[in-house]
């Protein structure tokens, strides 16, 4: 069992930076891909980015590519989300999640966080 907790959500303005972490405990996520997600208020969960194992492979929905960076740290057990250039749209609860192989649907991921808020004023 993988627990994950979300944690560096909060309010921004358009424009700026947040950097959301993930932190597991449970057993190690060194053999899971990792992947973050997002559910806007009315709308459903969506798709934010995936980073493989090692870390070495990661993929983006186009709505965050080259604002958004996932990056994993194994030996702290932890990964993050670098979001920049942050816009009204981003606004949403963000989960990290955690499964077996690089993927963008969520049905792929076997364990989820509880999520934390990310507001974005414009």
């Known amino acids: 069992q993988v627990r994950l907790v979300e944690s560096g959500g909060g309010l921004a303005q358009a424009g700026g930076s947040l950097t959301l972490s993930c932190a597991a405990s449970?057993?190690?996520?060194?053999?899971?891909?990792m992947g973050w997600f997002r559910q806007a208020p009315g709308k459903e969960r969506e798709f934010v980015a995936t980073?493989?194992?090692?870390?070495?492979?990661?993929y983006y929905a186009d709505s965050v590519k080259g604002r958004f960076t996932i990056s994993r740290d194994n030996t702290k057990n932890t990964v993050y989300l670098r979001m920049n250039n942050l816009n009204a749209e981003d606004t949403a609860v963000y989960y990290c999640?955690?499964?077996?192989?690089?993927?963008?649907?969520?049905?792929?991921?076997?364990?989820w966080g509880q999520g934390t808020q990310v507001t974005v004023s414009s």
């Open positions: 999640a955690a499964g077996s192989q690089l993927a963008s649907y969520d049905y792929d991921y076997n364990y």
């Open positions: 449970g057993r190690t996520i060194r053999n899971y891909a």
């Open positions: 980073i493989s194992w090692s870390g070495g492979n990661s």
